[in-house]
């Protein structure tokens, strides 16, 4: 019996006060500091954002702690290399008890199913007859597919993130990047939400 994942976004730190930072290190620019006031900052971030002056973002940031995303996810999250990843080890964490992720497509065709799901289970028995064969676990995991989870730590500044979400919000986007790039703008734009009320969710 496969085990299906479902993801989770947990949001482990962010930059305190973010939105005044990022108006506090701005000004510094104009030394204009006379033109801050308790909303000032919402003013000057959508004047930044629309004028595309986006420098002054990176002072803030963010990380998150994604689960259940597939390693076809984690391959994908990776290739924004201006963010930090801690990936989950496959060399050394044990995949004896894989959970899996099902793309939508499969899930809605039995007989697709059925092959998807006749392949992870062989590949679960595989994956447990190298061990019992005394193969490594950094070997072992040659059979595994893509669609075993994979937990990851990601850190980027608000100005990677916006990149992030533009690019991975996108319809053409993947829909699993896209499911879990959701969850995370629902969180930035309640942390931040003059930096992130322009950005749109495929859920609308």
Same mark, same amino acid.
């Given at each position: ?19 005044? %930072? #990022? @108006?506090? /290190? ?16 919402? +003013? =000057? ?73 006749? %392949? #992870? @289970?062989? /590949? ?16 072992? +995991? =040659? ?59 495929p859920q609308g």
């Open positions: 019996m496969n085990t299906e994942a479902a993801p989770t976004v947990e949001l482990l730190a962010i930059t305190p006060n973010s939105e005044r %930072l #990022i @108006e506090e /290190a701005g000004r510094t620019c104009y030394l204009s500091f006379d033109k801050m006031t308790d909303d000032s900052s919402k +003013r =000057f971030i959508r004047m930044v954002v629309k004028n595309g002056h986006h420098s002054v973002l990176e002072h803030a940031s963010a990380t998150f702690r994604i689960k259940g995303g597939s390693r076809s996810f984690t391959h994908q999250i990776v290739r924004h290399r201006v963010a930090s990843f801690s990936q989950q080890s496959q060399r050394y964490v044990s995949e004896d008890e894989f959970q899996i992720v099902i793309p939508p497509s499969i899930k809605a065709n039995a007989q697709a199913l059925a092959v998807f799901n006749g %392949l #992870i @289970e062989h /590949a679960r028995t595989a994956y447990a007859e190298l061990k019992g064969l005394d193969i490594r676990k950094e070997d072992a +995991r =040659f059979v595994l597919p893509n669609a075993v989870t994979s937990e990851i730590v990601v850190s980027a500044n608000f100005r990677e993130w916006r990149h992030i979400l533009e690019v991975r919000l996108e319809k053409g986007a993947q829909w699993e990047i896209r499911l879990i790039c959701d969850e995370i703008l629902k969180v930035l734009a309640a942390q931040a939400p003059t930096v992130f009320e322009d950005m749109v969710s």
